[in-house]
């Protein structure tokens, strides 16, 4: 193994070479330990956008079930 190698490692989101202390990926930009940081915060960024999204469309659903009253 050579020694730029044994310092590199495949992003695990598009599986680039990258530097093996690079905390982002440079070809997609995403953190590659993004699921240590999610564990370490205790809130999954993807439930929040779901969450987020299922309340906006309660909310419009809401505001039409108004407006045709």
Sequence with gaps: MAFHESHE????HCGERMS???PKCLNCGRLVDEEE?????GINPRQVWLLAAVVAVILVVMLAVIAMT
């Design 9 to 12: 490692r495949n992003c695990l």
């Design 20 to 22: 093996a202390t690079a």
């Design 37 to 41: 940081v999610e564990e370490s915060s």
